[in-house]
T-cell receptor, first 114, second 116 residues
Framework: KAGVTQTPRYLIKTRGQQVTLSCSPI?????VSWYQQTPGQGLQFLFE???????NKGNFPGRFSGRQFSNSRSEMNVSTLELGDSALYLC?????????????FGPGTRLTVL | AQSVAQPEDQVNVAEGNPLTVKCTYS??????LFWYVQYPNRGLQFLLK??????LVKGSYGFEAEFNKSQTSFHLKKPSALVSDSALYFC??????????????FGGGTRLMVKP
């Protein structure tokens, strides 16, 4: 089985722009979660989507949003980018939600905001 | 609220020696506990998990972890370290009794350095 894929791998934007990141989960997985990784704050949960519905949301401003499509692929969007949004954004997939299954992570998208 | 603490930013060990990476957690209910490893410019790779049952859990690449409920700890161990084990290790917890889906709370990470 192919793993979790994320596109693009690297992205450079300027303050005020918006960005869309994409995640394709492992085939058959219906849950997709997003995490932000920074040197200062570590790994923080952004949100989870399951069957096209947002299941849970972390403590991030409304500039961070996401969606999931019927094929379980997910996108996250960050509007009005700030310097502090520079981070590695990781997507993780799992067969279902709220169970003991581990999550499988993609390689991440490194976003740099100038 | 749930939280994870990894008290050591870095652990140094000589190749061939045993290694321990420490993790303590706090959840209101019963925990699901996970260890992940991250190599440079890569995502997180799953190592092992504790769900229920035996307190000693065996995982990938010869790693194991011991769940201790009274000490709320889940330390990662390996009997004999390899240079290739050098990486960033994350402990994570999920409260099985809450309604937070798959949300994981991660510790700050511990960098493991194995010297030849």
């Amino acid at each position: 089985k192919a793993g979790v894929t994320q596109t693009p791998r690297y992205l450079i934007k300027t303050r005020g722009q918006q960005v869309t990141l994409s995640c394709s989960p492992i085939s058959g997985h219906r849950s997709v979660s997003w995490y932000q990784q920074t040197p200062g704050q570590g790994l923080q949960f952004l949100f989870e989507y399951f069957s096209e519905t947002q299941r849970n949301k972390g403590n991030f401003p409304g500039r961070f949003s996401g969606r999931q499509f019927s094929n379980s692929r997910s996108e996250m969007n960050v509007s009005t980018l700030e310097l502090g949004d520079s981070a590695l954004y990781l997507c993780a997939s799992s067969p279902t939600t709220g169970s003991y299954n581990e999550q499988f992570f993609g390689p991440g998208t490194r976003l740099t905001v100038l | 609220a749930q939280s994870v603490a990894q008290p050591e930013d870095q652990v140094n060990v000589a190749e061939g020696n045993p290694l321990t990476v420490k993790c303590t957690y706090s959840v209101s209910g019963n925990p699901y506990l996970f260890w992940y490893v991250q190599y440079p410019n890569r995502g997180l790779q799953f190592l092992l998990k504790y769900i229920t049952g035996d307190n000693l859990v065996k995982g990938s690449y010869g790693f194991e972890a011991e769940f201790n409920k009274s000490q709320t700890s889940f330390h990662l161990k390996k009997p004999s370290a390899l240079v290739s084990d050098s990486a960033l290790y994350f402990c994570a917890v999920r409260d099985m009794n809450n309604n937070a889906g798959n949300m994981l709370t991660f510790g700050g990470g511990t960098r493991l350095m194995v010297k030849p």
